[in-house]
């Protein structure tokens, strides 16, 4: 017989597996805040760019969301990366504004 690992294809259920209940809230939580980074972002730019690219990351958001009901850990790096850009859109939209 051959060993195979055995893990769940799905996101949430494998945080809350190996890291915890706490550690899904964490995440759970980081992506409320991302998705209120990026309606800041669309109110406060000025510039249209901005505004499109927020609701581009949103989307993005959304169907790596759904995606993750479906995939393990191994794509969680798309996450990182969404996550950064909405960061730095929310930064670039304040400082547009302020000047």
Known sequence: QTKSSWFPHN?????GVQF???ALVLFLL???QIFLDLRITRDRAVNSDLILAAQSL??????FLVCSLFIS????KLFWMLAGISVALKHIATEERET
């Open 73 to 76: 850990t191994v794509y969680l």
């Open 58 to 63: 949103e989307l993005a958001m959304i169907g």
């Open 11 to 15: 996101l949430f259920l494998e945080i």
């Open 20 to 22: 915890g209940l706490l």
């Open 30 to 32: 980081l992506v409320r």
